[in-house]
């Protein structure tokens, strides 16, 4: 069975920082693109980034450039999401998602993780 | 960056009717749009790729249309287990935007 479940979430403080995990099993970690996914509460999806099977393309999107980083371990079949600089919009369930198709720098999100919240608040 | 904007941002139909949620893309993205399905307190499901491939096991009542920056969900029979928010999404290339969604209930 494909899982991917996330860990790391908690409460810190503006301008702190958390790292993020999703750990996965059930297929090739190494094959896929992954996907940081966010949801503040009572709000739409936004998407966070993005990370190419090898790790050798990554996206941000730029309300979190230049203060996150996402990154793998394919020895691991482990997805990561440093945070650092942390705001209050920042606070929201954070999801990983698998894109859907082997190989694909991008793609539609076809399994997802149950999330892990994050909230930033003094 | 291309902005994805849905409509209606919420509607109210009866079960059994007809019901259809539009996307619009500011730039043309082809037929690289994903349709997905968040239910009350759940983690979102992908519905419909590729603007419209249906994914396995989703119910023949979803089906998707379009290309080029105008994009459609429609749901031919609204069923009670269809409360959700649906969105759309881009994913010709990065940033890969999702639309500000579209509560449907039941009336």
């Known amino acids: 069975e494909v899982q991917l479940v996330e860990s790391g979430g908690g409460l810190v403080k503006p301008g702190g920082s958390l790292r993020l995990s999703c750990a996965v099993s059930g297929f090739t970690f190494s094959s896929y693109s992954m996907n940081w996914v966010r949801q503040a509460p009572g709000k739409g999806l936004e998407w966070v980034s993005s990370?190419?099977?090898?790790?050798?393309?990554?996206y941000y999107a730029d309300s979190v450039k230049g203060r996150f980083t996402i990154s793998r371990d394919n020895a691991k079949n482990s997805l990561y999401l440093q945070m650092n600089s942390l705001r209050a919009e920042d606070t929201a369930v954070y999801y990983c998602?698998?894109?859907?198709?082997?190989?694909?720098?991008?793609?539609?999100?076809?399994?997802w993780g149950k999330g892990t919240t994050v909230t930033v608040s003094s | 960056d291309i902005q994805m904007t849905q409509s209606p941002s919420s509607l109210s139909a009866s079960v059994g009717d007809r019901v259809t949620i539009t996307c619009r893309a500011s730039q043309g993205i082809s037929n690289y749009l994903a349709w997905y399905q968040q239910k009350p307190g759940k983690v979102p499901k992908i519905l419909i790729y590729?603007?419209?491939t249906l994914q396995s096991g989703v119910p023949s009542r979803f089906s998707g249309s379009g290309s080029g920056t105008d994009f459609t969900l429609t749901i031919s029979s609204l069923q009670p287990e269809d409360v959700a928010t649906y969105y759309c999404q881009k994913y010709n290339s990065a940033p890969l935007t999702f639309g500000g969604g579209t509560k449907v209930e039941i009336k």
């Open positions: 990370i190419s099977s090898s790790g050798g393309y990554i």
């Open positions: 998602a698998r894109v859907g198709k082997e190989g694909a720098p991008y793609y539609y999100m076809d399994v």
């Open positions: 590729a603007a419209s």
